[in-house]
């Protein structure tokens, strides 16, 4: 499905993750963080950044490798994107939900 | 005389030697190396708990599965040098080798949560998915009167991702047919946003959890066990109590991964996802949970990837290029208890849907959908895998890249 985001037509999925990471930029990216209830600030941006790049590399993501990064670590990603923060940062990243095989 | 040492001989390394004993030309020599004596059945840990199988029902010496023309060597390993294409065992030996093949998979790590082992480790905190775990798991569910019984997963990746939902609905059915499933209360928790995370599968199968009244605990990130006060706690301090907690803890590569300067910071070593060929050096080959790759961690991804394996080696020594053909395959049963289980098919690309297989508007199996065919399928599998999977024998109608005729994707589209 598409919608108007920032002024640009953007293609999600039916859970509100972009489906195309070419169609991402800042603008974007601060309104589904407004959605998530995140106002985002200077220590949001290394942490989506890092998480594209392992989606560009195909690298499976999960809470301890974000951790693990050098960008923050578990308590600050929690800080950052409270309540669900994987999931949270993904879909403000622009990179598909993480999920299980079913 | 070439070299081909394959480390590991579980699912994947086993049905490899069978696979290059018919393919490798003869001044190929071709070595397996493994700490263990015996190769585990794994899928058949799951029905230990519950009584329905026994610990002779799944083991048998890996021995009787390597071929003739492979030599075993039962050792630990030490490391992987890959500048100089050597291993190094544990008893000093060294294994010098022209390609290696990885495939010494998975194991869980407790001790990477802090408080998860101690006193408590196999009395009221139980996994399932070593044999010793199950078996000790199926004596206290025996004599257990009930109470609150927490199922958990750690985080992901683990190895076959659909076994905590299978044992969960297996613990409904036990519980019943034992008549104390009022006096038990079953939560599932899950650092996912549900027992179910793909819209389709969630959309047939989300009302399973309703009627068997299990509770949902989802977006738990586990920080730490209290063994004492037999509570869990995640990352944003929401607490999970239990009488019974069934863990399934992080999942690591094997230690000399790290050892060897070879893996991520699980141990998982980075894999090229069509080709199979490590990341870290062109005659290092990686296949079944060992991998890193996005696909499931399970025994068909394994058998699936054999075939191309095979083949890319087969190219590899006659310096050809590598086939980018492994689409992430994956088919799986899901037991739901009483009898009954689901069958899933999916790869990369296409989450699972409903449809027929393994013969397309045929069947006899439905997927993603519970019928008691599909169950005696998930059974009559202990079979075909010491006979066809490990031993490297085609199993009809079962190609290693999905089948996308039979499959109703336009469910996925909603």
């Known amino acids: 499905m598409e919608a108007t985001i920032a002024g640009q037509i953007i293609d999600l999925n039916n859970e509100g993750y972009?489906?195309?990471?070419?169609?991402?930029?800042?603008?974007?990216?601060?309104?589904?963080?407004?959605?998530?209830?995140?106002?985002?600030?200077?220590?949001?941006?290394?942490?989506?950044?890092?998480?594209?790049?392992?989606?560009?590399?195909e690298v499976p993501l999960s809470i301890r490798?974000?951790?693990k990064s050098?960008?923050?670590?578990?308590?600050?990603?929690?800080?950052?994107?409270?309540?669900?923060?994987?999931?949270?940062?993904?879909?403000?990243?622009?990179?598909?939900?993480p999920a299980s095989c079913i | 005389m070439k070299d081909l040492v394959i480390l590991g001989a579980g699912t994947a390394g086993t049905m490899m030697s069978n696979h290059l004993a018919k393919r490798l030309p003869n001044d190929w020599r071709i070595r397996i190396v493994d700490q263990r004596k015996i190769h585990h059945y794994q899928p058949g840990y799951?029905?230990?708990?519950?009584?329905?199988?026994?610990?002779?029902?799944?083991?048998?010496p890996i021995?009787?599965?390597?071929?003739?023309?492979?030599?075993?060597?039962?050792?630990?390993?030490?490391?992987?040098?890959?500048?100089?294409?050597?291993v190094y065992l544990e008893d000093s030996r060294v294994l010098d080798y022209d390609v290696l093949i990885i495939a010494t998979g998975t194991d869980i790590a407790p001790e990477e949560i802090d408080g998860m082992m101690g006193d408590h480790w196999h009395k009221s905190v139980f996994d399932f998915y070593t044999l010793d775990g199950a078996v000790k798991l199926h004596k206290k569910l025996e004599n257990w009167k009930g109470g609150h019984l927490a199922v958990h997963i750690t985080e992901m990746p683990i190895k076959c991702p659909v076994a905590p939902l299978e044992f969960t609905f297996l613990a409904d059915a036990y519980f019943e047919q034992r008549g104390i499933r009022d006096k038990v209360k079953i939560s599932f928790v899950t650092p996912m946003d549900g027992a179910f995370t793909k819209p389709v599968a969630s959309a047939h199968l989300g009302h399973l959890l309703e009627e068997k009244g299990i509770e949902v605990v989802p977006n738990f990130n586990i920080m730490s066990l209290d063994g004492e006060r037999k509570v869990i706690t995640d990352y944003e301090g929401k607490e999970v109590s239990y009488d019974l907690l069934v863990t399934i803890p992080t999942n690591k590569g094997a230690d000399y991964v790290e050892r060897s300067g070879l893996?991520?910071?699980?141990?998982?070593?980075?894999?090229?996802?069509?080709?199979?060929?490590?990341?870290?050096?062109?005659?290092?080959?990686?296949?079944?949970?060992?991998?890193?790759?996005?696909?499931?961690?399970?025994?068909?991804?394994?058998?699936?990837?054999?075939?191309?394996?095979?083949?890319?080696?087969?190219?590899?020594?006659?310096g050809k290029e590598l086939l980018d053909e492994f689409d992430g395959h994956a088919n799986c049963f899901v037991e739901t208890g009483h009898g009954k289980a689901l069958l899933?098919?999916?790869?990369?690309?296409?989450?699972?849907?409903?449809?027929?297989?393994?013969?397309?508007?045929?069947?006899?199996?439905?997927?993603?959908?519970?019928?008691?065919m599909n169950h005696m399928g998930k059974m009559a599998f202990k079979w075909i895998y010491w006979n066809m999977l490990i031993t490297g024998k085609h199993i009809p109608f079962v190609s290693s890249k999905m089948n996308e005729a039979g499959k109703n994707f336009e469910e996925a589209n909603v």
Request: aromatic share 10%; no cysteine; glycine share 8%.
């Open chain 2, 63 to 86: 021995q009787q599965f390597i071929p003739e023309r492979a030599e075993y060597i039962q050792q630990s390993i030490l490391k992987v040098d890959a500048e100089h294409n050597r």
């Open chain 2, 46 to 60: 799951l029905f230990i708990p519950f009584g329905t199988y026994k610990e002779e029902d799944i083991i048998k």
């Open chain 2, 344 to 372: 899933i098919d999916f790869n990369y690309t296409h989450q699972p849907v409903s449809g027929t297989f393994p013969i397309p508007g045929v069947g006899p199996l439905n997927l993603l959908k519970e019928s008691r």
């Open chain 1, 18 to 57: 972009l489906t195309d990471l070419n169609q991402w930029n800042k603008e974007v990216a601060a309104q589904i963080a407004q959605e998530e209830g995140i106002e985002l600030t200077d220590g949001h941006w290394p942490v989506l950044e890092y998480l594209q790049e392992q989606y560009r590399n």
């Open chain 1, 70 to 97: 050098g960008v923050v670590d578990i308590k600050q990603f929690y800080a950052l994107f409270p309540g669900g923060p994987l999931k949270k940062a993904s879909r403000i990243a622009g990179i598909p939900k």
């Open chain 2, 263 to 318: 893996g991520d910071e699980l141990n998982f070593i980075p894999t090229h996802k069509g080709t199979l060929q490590s990341k870290a050096k062109e005659n290092i080959f990686v296949i079944g949970d060992a991998t890193n790759l996005p696909a499931s961690k399970a025994g068909s991804v394994a058998h699936f990837e054999g075939e191309i394996l095979l083949e890319n080696i087969m190219r590899y020594i006659n």
């Open chain 1, 65 to 67: 490798k974000v951790g």
